[in-house]
């Protein structure tokens, strides 16, 4: 059997193909554009997203029994903003991970709502990047793309929905939206209302092993795959670069320097802080 993983990132999406004795069988990276409209902002079209990963699979699979892609699995940049209509339709481009424009939002959560009332509703405190602010930004300066939300979705999930046709995402990216119980892996209800937002809008909640759905029809005719090839959650980029390095169990620590610099240090203890801006 083969799998394939997909990492969505900020400038370009790489793909492997592996077998199921875990040895990589060839990689592949198409790159796309980053839109800066104004300054500090930071955008992308998911449809390129999408064009890309499609290539990219047929390049990955020319060489090899397409009958034989059991899987598909994601990691991806984290916290962006993808807003579909009730066509399932991109309403505007996606607002990036590292755009600055929420400075006045994510200074009304830290504030108004509380650091201490973030925490206890989703062990984080709001930082411009998440994905919260930016519902709050559309809210305010773009009502007409607002009301038209059907759902809410990260960008990794984006794809995942396009191959599956299922709105999903996973408890790790899940996490870094400031819309997350994270404590209790549901939606926190506070942050909904604040948001002025409904639990429909959101994607459905998986564990990152989880399968979601299986390969739609059309999409398994365009690249030659199974429809029985399956489709799982995956994993926000660093927390899948954490696994990936070994930072599981107690005490072990795994410092990211890319397009962002992170580190992670692994706990078998749940536990938040507000005045240190820890990310839970």
């Not at 083969?2 to 370009?12: A, E, N, P, Q, V």
């Amino acid at each position: 059997m083969l799998y394939i993983g997909i990492d969505l990132g900020t400038s370009s999406v790489k793909l492997l193909l592996m077998n199921g004795e875990g040895k990589i069988q060839k990689t592949v990276t198409r790159e796309y554009p980053l839109y800066f409209p104004k300054p500090g902002w930071s955008e992308q079209n998911p449809e390129d997203w999408w064009k890309e990963t499609l290539e990219g699979i047929k390049e990955l699979t020319s060489e090899y029994d397409k009958s034989q892609v059991a899987g598909i699995s994601f990691g991806g940049q984290m916290h962006g903003l993808v807003i579909l209509d009730e066509n399932d339709k991109v309403i505007r481009p996606a607002i990036l991970w590292n755009d600055g424009r929420t400075s006045k939002e994510t200074d009304y959560l830290n504030t108004v709502v509380g650091k201490k009332n973030l925490s206890t509703y989703t062990a984080n405190i709001a930082f411009a990047g998440f994905t919260a602010p930016k519902i709050l930004w559309v809210k305010e300066n773009e009502p007409e793309h607002f009301n038209k939300i059907k759902k809410i979705m990260l960008p990794k999930d984006y794809i995942a929905y396009k191959l599956s046709g299922v709105h999903c995402t996973d408890v790790s990216d899940a996490s870094g939206m400031l819309l997350m119980d994270v404590k209790n892996k549901c939606w926190s209800k506070e942050m909904i209302e604040i948001c002025g937002i409904s639990e429909a809008q959101l994607p459905k909640l998986y564990e990152s092993y989880e399968v979601v759905g299986t390969l739609k029809e059309d999409v398994a005719n365009k690249l030659g795959l199974s429809t029985a090839c399956k489709i799982i959650a995956g994993a926000g980029d660093n927390a899948a670069a954490a696994i990936g390095t070994g930072t599981v169990g107690e005490g072990r620590c795994n410092i990211s320097l890319g397009t962002s610099g992170t580190i992670f240090i692994s706990s078998e203890k749940f536990g938040v802080d507000e005045n240190n801006a820890l990310h839970a």
